[in-house]
């Protein structure tokens, strides 16, 4: 995964990284910092936004961002446009899930997770698109998850909402393909950040009962793969990954990758 020819350089690249501050999206924000790129914070947090931003300096760029609201995603995006008149690169990697039987389901629970993990990436892949054109090309990442594939049981909506971008994804990149605007689809599994914290507003009862399911049917071995008690692949394993796909030479597309710990 080499980046270092002209072609697949990111010096100087505008890259938009939405769930900036955390997880999967703090260690791509990271290193496209550091492959040179100008990468824009978007998250809601603003205090944890404005740590980020200062730790990485110079290069980055944070905006407090709520991707489930149009008009935050809109907003957002004419600071780009005003800054930068261009973006490279488009990560949504912003999302959120709580463990929760369907029968309990409450309609914040519904809502929050549908507006957040679908209808973010198409708020946000609506604002950048002009913003990709004026740049006369570029990458579109989109991140779903392995549990699409095998549905976790208490995970209804997150799965539910993750299978809703995939079928968009794909439908985005059909529309884009003549523009050289390229959309990949990024299936991901569990990924160790080795902060030791989340944003998960849990209920303990409902995490309790999901996880002894989830370790009784085998949904956790097979997410931890061989590192037993946490995932196998980190954060930075992925933000390689995202190197990779934004590298590749202009004709060549990559539809899907599903990347997971083994």
Not at 52 to 65: D, M, N, S, V, Y
Not at 135 to 144: C, E, H, L, Q, W
Not at 155 to 160: E, G, P
Request: glycine letters at 8%; aromatic letters at 6%.
């Amino acid at each position: 995964m080499e980046t270092t020819n002209d072609a697949g350089s990111l010096e100087g690249k505008v890259v938009v990284v939405t769930g900036a501050t955390s997880g999967s999206g703090r260690g791509v924000a990271r290193r496209f910092v550091a492959e040179g790129a100008n990468v824009v914070l978007l998250a809601r947090g603003k205090e944890r936004l404005e740590e980020e931003g200062a730790a990485l300096g110079e290069r980055a760029f944070p905006i407090q961002t709520d991707v489930s609201d149009p008009a935050s995603v809109n907003a957002a995006f004419a600071q780009i446009a005003e800054r930068f008149g261009k973006v490279d690169v488009l990560i949504n990697n912003a999302a959120v899930y709580r463990p929760c039987p369907i029968s309990e389901l409450s309609d914040f629970d519904i809502e929050q997770q549908t507006r957040t993990n679908f209808l973010g990436p198409v708020y946000t892949c609506r604002a950048a698109i002009p913003l990709l054109r004026a740049a006369g090309a570029g990458d579109i990442i989109n991140t779903s998850s392995e549990s699409t594939l095998d549905p976790w049981p208490f995970l209804s909506m997150y799965v539910a909402s993750k299978a809703a971008l995939e079928a968009f994804t794909k439908t985005l990149h059909a529309e884009m393909a003549a523009e050289d605007i390229r959309v990949t689809l990024l299936i991901q599994g569990t990924a160790a950040d080795g902060e030791g914290s989340t944003d998960w507003s849990w209920d303990p009862e409902r995490a309790e009962q999901a996880y002894a399911h989830w370790g009784e049917r085998g949904y956790l071995a097979k997410a931890m793969g061989r590192g037993m008690d946490a995932p196998s692949q980190s954060v930075d394993d992925i933000a390689e990954v995202h190197v990779f796909i934004a590298t590749r030479p202009r004709g060549q597309q990559l539809d899907t990758i599903h990347v997971r710990s083994h």
